[in-house]
Nanobody, 119 residues
Framework: QVQLVESGGGLVQAGGSLRLSCAAS????????IGWYRHVVGKQRELVAV???????NYAEFVKGRFTISRDNARNTVFLQMNSLRPEDTAVYYC?????????????WGQGTQVTVSS
């Protein structure tokens, strides 16, 4: 079992910055990939950025050059630095972890944190 707790969402003006954090607890040594998805009502949840256990990041095209994901393995925390925010970045951001248990990849999700970007 893995628990994920996000923090750092809020309201920001377009062009501003926010930093999201996701603290993992439980069987954290079983986490393979960890990162962020986002969801807007009426749309499918979409990948924002994930980072593997080796530290290799993978970004959605729409955040490349603006968002940076990082992982602090010592603190079992993953961060998402979001710069140059746009109104279309408004969404609920969910922390995601791909956990390898008994040879099976199991997804875990945090409760979500709201990010609102005003124009």
């Amino acid at each position: 079992q893995v628990q994920l707790v996000e923090s750092g969402g809020g309201l920001v003006q377009a062009g501003g910055s926010l930093r999201l954090s996701c603290a993992a607890s439980g069987s954290t040594n079983s986490i393979h990939t960890i990162g962020w998805y986002r969801h807007v009502v009426g749309k499918q949840r979409e990948l924002v950025a994930v980072i593997g256990s080796g530290g290799s990041p993978n970004y959605a095209e729409f955040v490349k050059g603006r968002f940076t994901i990082s992982r602090d393995n010592a603190r079992n925390t993953v961060f998402l630095q979001m710069n140059s925010l746009r109104p279309e970045d408004t969404a609920v951001y969910y922390c995601y972890a791909d956990v390898l248990q008994w040879g099976t990849h199991i997804p875990y999700w945090g409760q979500g944190t709201q990010v609102t970007v005003s124009s």
